[in-house]
């Protein structure tokens, strides 16, 4: 039986976090442990089932065979700028508007992954639960940053700011605990 990855939550804590206040407040943060599901990774069609299901344009699916051609090896990186749009124009028989409603429609479900959700960026990560290019181990390990990744992409606002609280106060003791060395003079 192949199981689909997931990241299984085993421990709550409560921890220090630090606000844009400057303020110190004990905050929850979970454990998370990443599940791996299958124990060898081959590559059968069966794994894009679901997207293939979810489909709703041939633009879609011509998108998603060409990125399955130019994907980055063990990376699992893909660039749609306009450079390569104008290939994917000329590969695939397709409109700049297809293209366009294409990378939305496969951002939709969670094949692309913006590089970085807060500004508009044509570097996506493609999602290797449905598609990989390179070995098991760095697919097992950028699965599970993308798993992270979605998650913290669709938590509430609320606990996106504790997360980045907790960040904050960890950040400042680590500053806090830092040595400067170069002052040291040796014996």
Not at 23 to 30: C, D, L, W
Not at 158 to 174: G, N
Request: charged share 30%; with cysteine.
């Amino acid at each position: 039986m192949n199981r689909v990855p997931y990241l299984k939550k085993v421990q709550t804590d409560c921890v220090n976090a630090l606000s844009e206040d400057g303020e110190i407040y004990k905050a929850k943060t979970e454990t998370l442990v990443f599940i791996e599901g299958q124990e060898d990774f081959t590559f059968w069609f069966s794994h894009v089932m679901p997207i293939i299901r979810k489909i709703k344009h041939l633009s879609d699916f011509k998108l998603l065979y060409w990125i399955s051609g130019h994907i980055s090896y063990n990376d699992g990186m893909i660039s749609l700028n306009k450079v390569y749009k104008t290939l994917i124009e000329k590969d695939m028989l397709l409109s700049r508007t297809a293209i366009n409603r294409s990378i939305a429609s496969l951002k939709a479900l969670k094949v692309l992954i913006p590089y970085s959700p807060k500004n508009r960026s044509a570097v996506f990560y493609v999602n290797p639960l449905f598609i990989w290019k390179g070995d098991k181990k760095r697919r097992l390990k950028k699965q599970e940053f993308i798993l992270r990744l979605i998650r913290e992409n669709n938590l509430p606002q609320k606990e996106l700011e504790t997360l980045e609280d907790i960040e904050r106060y960890e950040e400042s003791t680590r500053r806090e605990y830092h040595f400067n060395f170069s002052n040291v003079k040796s014996a």
